[in-house]
C-alpha cells in the first residue's frame, strides 16, 4: 500500500481534514497506519503528539449514524451524537478489529457480452476467484486478462483478496489471451499512445484557474494528480475529477497511465474540491447532503425501536454499544431546497457547460457507474461518431437534464445510472448532455447550427411536459453530414423497461447503419467505375498527347533535316561558284613556262586540262571540287603508283614535285568505311 492510500485510510479512520497534520502525525510512527490511528484512539498511551487537532470520533462510531443521516438527509441533533460517542474511551474497537472483518466483495465479470455475479470472502486468496471463472468459462488462469484490475503488475495467485483493496462491488472484463500481454491489436495501439505527448487543459473550479500542463504516455494518473495537488493546493484525496474517458469515472485508478484511458492527446479535465462533512462551533453535525440536491418533502421520523438502522447496527458493527434509546432520538431535519440548473445560467460555453455536468452528475446520482459525457462541443460529439468507416459509426445520445422533473433523482440514481444501462449506451452511442431546465432553445440553436434542421427535433417545444425529462435524444448523423432523428426516449422506473427503449434504439441504429452501408458502398462502386472511366480517359488523352508530341518532333526533325541540306547545298553551290571564278582561263600549251598536262577520270566522265608545273597540287584539287567534286567528298588518286592526292600531305607540293607530267588521276566518292591510302 503505497503512501497516498496509507494517508486516505488514515484521514478516514480519523476524521483529520488537514493534511499536513495527518503527514507529521504518520511520520511519527514511519507510516505505519495500525499505530498512528491507534495512537489517536488512545493518546495516553501513545508517543504521537497531536499539535493543534481536536479529537474526532473514530469511524467504527460514525459509520453507523452517518448511514442514518444519508437516510434522512438531516441534521443529526446533538443528543445522539453525545450518547453515541460518550463512552469510546472506555471501550474501543482497534484498527486491526476494524479491518479484519470477513467482508465479502461482489464480483461481476463480464465476459462476450454477457455478466456473472461472483461473490467471494476478501480473506480468501487471489487463485480462487481465478479458479471460479476458469470452472465457469473454461479458461486457465494462466490465459485470464482482467481489465480493470486497481494494479498493473503481475497477479500472485497467494494474495488475499484484502490486499487489493476493493470496492464492497467491482466489475472486471474478462478477455483470454496469452499470459503476457493484451489482444494484439489492444496492446499495438497501447504501444502508439505511450510515445505521444498529451496535453491536458485543467479548469480549477474552485480556484477559478485554468492549467495547461503537457505528459507523455507513459506518466500515471496519480502524478497528474500530485501536479495538480502542487498547483491548486486541493489535496489529492479531496479531488473530483470529471472528463477522464474511462468506463467507470468514480473507480478511476491513480496507476493507469495515461495512454491507458481513452482520452485524447488533447483533452479538457475538470478538478474540483470534493465536499466534506464537519463539525459546526456548536457541536451540531450536518448531514452528507449535496447543495443542489433537490429533493423536497418531509422526512418521516421512525416511529418504533424496532429500528432497520439498529439491525444494521448490531449486525455490521457487533463490538458498538447504542441503545435503542440513542437511534429513536438520532432524528434528521432537512429544509428543502428549490431546484436549480445543473448548468449556470450564465455558462455560454458548450465546453465548459459539458465539464460541469460531467463533474457534479456522477457527484450527485452515481454510485457506482455513470454515463460518460463527452466534454466538448456537439461538433466534436458528431466527429466522434463517425471515426472510420460507415459500418463504425455510432448515433449520437444527447441527454436533456431537467431539475424540475419529479422523476430526476428516482430514475438518474436507480437506471440510467445502473451497469446494463450505462454498459448499453456506452457501446453504442456517443453521449452528450444538455441542460434544458431554462428552455430548449439554445439547445435547438446548437443542432441547427452544427447538423442543420432535424425533422422532428422542434417536438421539444410543445410535445413535452417538465415530467417527461429526463429525455435522451438519439440522432444519426449520415456520412455526408444529413441528420436523422431516430428516437426521443422518455425516462422509465424499472431498468427493464428502460432496457428495451434502447434496446429498440439500437436495433434502429443497426437497420439505418446497414442501409446507409449498402448505399454507400453502391455509391462508392459507382464512384469507383466513374473514376475508372475517368483514369482511362485521361489515359488516352495522355498518350493522344503524347503521340502528337512525338510525331511533332519527327516533323520538326524532318524540316531540320531539310533545311540543314538545303543549307549545306547553298553553301556547297557558293563555294563551286567561287572556285570557277578562278580557274577561267586555261595556260596555254606554248607558255614560256613549263606547263604539265593532266587527264582527270570523273565518275560521270573525264576532263584534261593544262596546269603550270609550278603549281601546288591544291590548285589541282580546287579545280577538281569547281566542278563540283568537293575534297571533303571525294579523293583524288594516282594510277600508279596509287596514291592518295587529298590526304593533305601533299596537298602545298607542286606538280613538278610529285612528278604529275601527264599523269592520269582518278576522282572517286568517299565513304565512312574507307581505309587511307599510303603512298
Not at 434542421?453 to 440522432?475: N, S
Amino acid at each position: 500500500m503505497d503512501r497516498n492510500e496509507i494517508l486516505a485510510n488514515f484521514q478516514a479512520c480519523s476524521g483529520i481534514d488537514n493534511v499536513e497534520e495527518c503527514i507529521a502525525i504518520l511520520e511519527q510512527t514511519s507510516w505505519d497506519l495500525q499505530r498512528a490511528v491507534n495512537g489517536i484512539l488512545s493518546p495516553d498511551d501513545s508517543d504521537i503528539q497531536v499539535i493543534g487537532s481536536t479529537f474526532h470520533t473514530p469511524p467504527e462510531f460514525l459509520l453507523p449514524l452517518q448511514r442514518l443521516a444519508e437516510s434522512s438527509s438531516g441534521i443529526v441533533r446533538n443528543s445522539a451524537i453525545s450518547q453515541a460517542t460518550g463512552n469510546h474511551s472506555t471501550k474501543q474497537t482497534s484498527l486491526s478489529d476494524f479491518f479484519s472483518k470477513d467482508k465479502e466483495i461482489t464480483f461481476i465479470i463480464r465476459y462476450r457480452n454477457m455478466s456473472y455475479p461472483m461473490r467471494l470472502s476478501g480473506q480468501k486468496p487471489f487463485g480462487v476467484l481465478q479458479n471460479q471463472i476458469e470452472q465457469l468459462f473454461g479458461i486457465t488462469p494462466e490465459r485470464q486478462i482482467l481489465v480493470g484490475l486497481p494494479t498493473n503488475n503481475p497477479i500472485n495467485a497467494e494474495d488475499t483478496i484484502d490486499s487489493f483493496h476493493f470496492p464492497k462491488e467491482v466489475s472486471l472484463e474478462l478477455l483470454s489471451g496469452s499470459p503476457s500481454s493484451l489482444p494484439t491489436c489492444m496492446q499495438n495501439r497501447l504501444e502508439q499512445r505511450l510515445d505521444k505527448t498529451f496535453s491536458l487543459h485543467i479548469r480549477d473550479s474552485d480556484g477559478g484557474k485554468d492549467y495547461d500542463l503537457c505528459y507523455s504516455g507513459a506518466v500515471i494518473v496519480a502524478d497528474v494528480k500530485a501536479d495538480l495537488a502542487s498547483a491548486t493546493g486541493i489535496p489529492v484525496t479531496s479531488q473530483l475529477w470529471a472528463g477522464w474517458r474511462v468506463e467507470k469515472p468514480l473507480e478511476l485508478h491513480d496507476s493507469l497511465q495515461l495512454a491507458q484511458t481513452d482520452i485524447s492527446t488533447d483533452h479538457y479535465l475538470v478538478v474540483d474540491r470534493r465536499e466534506t462533512s464537519s463539525s459546526t462551533s456548536n457541536n451540531n453535525f450536518e448531514c452528507n447532503k449535496n447543495s443542489d440536491d433537490n429533493t423536497t418533502g418531509d422526512v418521516n421520523h421512525h416511529e418504533s425501536r424496532d429500528s432497520p438502522i439498529t439491525d444494521v447496527m448490531d449486525e455490521d458493527y457487533p463490538d458498538l454499544d447504542v441503545s435503542t434509546d440513542v437511534v429513536e432520538d438520532a432524528i434528521f431535519d432537512c429544509v428543502p431546497r428549490p431546484p436549480s440548473p445543473l448548468v449556470p445560467p450564465d455558462c455560454v460555453s458548450e465546453r465548459e457547460a459539458l465539464a460541469i455536468i460531467s463533474s457534479k452528475f456522477p457527484s450527485r446520482y452515481a454510485t457506482s457507474c455513470s454515463p460518460m459525457f463527452l466534454v466538448g462541443t456537439l461538433s466534436e460529439a458528431v466527429t466522434e461518431c463517425s471515426p472510420g468507416s460507415v459500418y463504425d459509426s455510432r448515433p449520437v445520445a444527447i441527454y436533456l437534464h431537467h431539475e424540475r422533473s419529479i422523476v430526476l433523482n428516482v430514475f438518474c440514481t436507480q437506471v440510467l445510472c445502473s451497469e446494463p444501462i450505462v454498459s448499453l449506451l456506452t457501446l453504442n452511442f456517443v453521449m452528450w448532455a444538455w441542460d434544458v431546465t431554462n428552455g430548449v432553445d439554445k439547445l435547438l440553436s446548437i443542432v441547427n447550427r452544427e447538423l442543420g434542421v432535424v425533422q422532428g427535433l422542434e417536438e421539444l417545444r410543445a410535445d413535452f411536459t417538465t415530467d417527461d425529462y429526463p429525455l435522451i435524444v438519439f440522432i444519426y448523423v449520415k456520412p455526408r453530414g444529413n441528420a436523422e432523428l431516430l428516437s426521443i426516449v422518455k425516462p422509465s422506473l424499472t431498468i427493464g423497461e428502460y432496457e428495451v427503449d434502447l434496446n429498440a434504439v439500437v436495433s434502429n441504429a443497426s437497420d439505418r447503419r446497414q442501409r446507409i452501408a449498402v448505399d454507400e458502398t453502391e455509391r462508392l462502386t459507382r464512384a469507383s467505375m466513374v473514376a475508372e472511366q475517368d483514369q482511362a480517359y485521361h489515359e488516352s488523352l495522355q498518350a493522344d498527347k503524347v503521340k502528337s508530341y512525338e510525331k511533332s518532333l519527327l516533323i520538326k526533325a524532318e524540316e531540320d533535316k531539310i533545311r540543314e541540306k538545303e543549307e549545306s547545298e547553298r553553301i556547297r553551290t557558293v563555294k563551286i561558284q567561287s572556285l570557277e571564278q578562278q580557274f577561267l582561263v586555261e595556260p596555254p600549251a606554248d607558255s614560256s613556262r613549263t606547263v604539265y598536262e593532266l587527264r582527270i577520270r570523273l565518275p560521270d566522265g573525264q576532263l584534261q586540262r593544262r596546269f603550270y608545273a609550278a603549281e601546288p597540287l591544291q590548285t589541282v584539287l580546287d579545280f577538281i571540287a569547281s566542278r563540283g567534286y568537293l575534297s571533303d567528298e571525294y579523293r583524288v588518286l594516282t594510277v600508279f603508283p596509287k596514291r592518295d592526292l587529298t590526304d593533305g600531305i601533299c596537298s602545298t607540293m607542286t606538280l613538278e614535285t610529285l612528278g604529275l607530267n601527264q599523269e592520269t588521276l582518278v576522282v572517286e566518292k568517299k565513304w565512312d568505311g574507307d581505309a587511307p591510302i599510303s603512298p
